[in-house]
């Protein structure tokens, strides 16, 4: 029976993720994260074809495991404004419990090389915005957004927001507070009260 590698994908991921957090993308080359991992510079180039491929591992990563829950959670009651106050806990609360990756969310996409990304990545990134856009705007037509700018309102309320709160506080380099969920439901089921017929949603 084979040995399984003793430097797995996962593993040089996460020290990857460390790295970004503590020094941007531009700290994650392949010889920190080798470093880092405490793995042979082969171990990486086996894994990843090159520093843009490691980038884009790292940011999609990051990226889809925060949004299978967060398309949880938009799904997660048959009340439009239930599940909008859902979606906006789980931003602040997957942070709270990953605040590693969520100082990644601090960046974009261009920040971790996506010019340079292989059509494969590319395809990955998209079809999660895709979903998102698809699935906030699912969202907005159950509330009764009318036009443009309900629809603008409803994304505002279910993503802006939360992320807002949570930026602001990794960029000041302070913990979220212990209210910060509870706060970040009630900012966005406001927003979400105002939108064309959901003032009268419960």
Known sequence: ???PPRFDTSLLLDAAVQLAAASGPSGVTMSAVAAAAGAPSGSLY?????????????????VERFQEGYFAALKSSPDPRSAGRAASRHVVAWCRA???????LLY??????????????????DEGNRRVFATVTELAAALGAAGTQ???????????????LVRRHLRGGSPL?????????RCTDALLGKTGGAATAG
């Open 98 to 104: 990953h605040p590693e990756e969520a100082a990644l």
């Open 177 to 185: 507070p212990g209210h910060a969920e509870e706060l970040a439901e």
């Open 150 to 164: 309900d629809a603008e309102q409803v994304a505002l309320a279910v993503i802006d927001v939360p992320l807002s």
């Open 108 to 125: 974009g996409a261009e920040s971790f090389g996506r010019d340079g990304w292989s059509a494969e990545h590319l395809r990955r990134a």
């Open 1 to 3: 029976m084979a040995r």
């Open 46 to 62: 086996h894994r990843f074809a090159s520093r843009s491929a490691l980038l884009a591992e790292v940011w999609l990563r990051t």
